[in-house]
């Protein structure tokens, strides 16, 4: 069996087992976003590995079959019928972000927000737009509006033409969760820079990544990060990719 190697963010090392960290105050990251944009939808950590690195995130799957939320340390896989399935550990992830979420701070947020006010709202929480932000929305949502991406196959499309054909879903006075992150502006390239969050409902049946929401009287939860290890793809097209691109319009887009 292959050895997973870490990449810390401070370029320390790429060297040594994959261990779990002694602080658990961690993001742990599977490849990149660019990565990702430029088509490299298979990866070598399966979810049983990545599950004992966090118990909240967000990501997907090897074909980009669907995308990936945990939640409580249950994991989920919405596939393109905007259903929620329970993850298979022997599945595998070209992309994710986990940590173990303990919240630092609890609001009770009792004003109407659509997407946009929302994140408006949080920016105003922030002490700091230069750490690592996990966030846990629970509650009563007005209107949801998401999407999940299909299965693809060989040779894989960049991940902006699969978004053209990405099936989208509405839910109307839905309880659910939403789960997400804030990251820095310099994350761009290696992750999604400002805020991504995807949903799940309150029954873990359905959800997805969220493109719009209207949402009051929620409890938000945020865990402060400071800490990121990052797995990188051993050779394969990840080796091949021009990673150098700036994708940020691409991922735009994508993300909304």
Request: hydrophobic share 40%; net charge negative; glycine share 8%.
């Amino acid at each position: 069996m292959k050895k997973h190697c870490y990449l810390w963010i401070t370029i320390l090392a790429l060297s040594g087992c994959l261990q779990l960290p002694k602080n658990k105050d961690v993001l742990f990251q599977a490849s990149t976003i660019n990565a990702l944009l430029e088509g490299v939808y298979d990866g070598e950590l399966s979810y049983r590995e990545l599950m004992q690195r966090g118990d909240f995130g967000i990501g997907t799957f090897n074909g980009l079959d669907g995308e990936m939320l945990a939640v409580d340390g249950g994991f989920y896989q919405i596939k393109s019928d905007g259903k929620a399935y329970p993850v298979d550990g022997a599945l595998k992830t070209p992309f994710a972000a986990v940590t173990f979420f303990e919240a630092d701070k609890a609001i009770v947020l009792d004003q109407p927000l659509d997407y946009d006010a929302l994140q408006q709202y949080l920016d105003s929480l922030w002490a700091t737009k230069n750490i690592f932000y996990a966030i846990k929305i629970t509650g009563v949502f007005d209107y949801i509006k998401t999407r999940s991406v299909p299965r693809q196959e060989k040779p894989y499309p960049p991940l902006v033409e699969v978004a053209r054909q990405q099936p989208t879903f509405e839910f109307h006075n839905t309880a659910g969760v939403l789960v997400g992150y804030r990251l820095p502006a310099y994350m761009k390239g290696v992750n999604v820079s400002g805020y991504h969050f995807h949903f799940i409902n309150k029954d873990r049946t359905a959800g997805g990544h969220v493109l719009e929401c209207r949402l009051k009287g929620v409890m938000v939860e945020v865990d402060y990060t400071l800490e990121l290890h990052m797995l990188l793809p051993e050779g394969g097209e990840f080796y091949k990719a021009d990673l150098s691109k700036d994708k940020q319009k691409e991922l735009k887009s994508i993300e909304r």
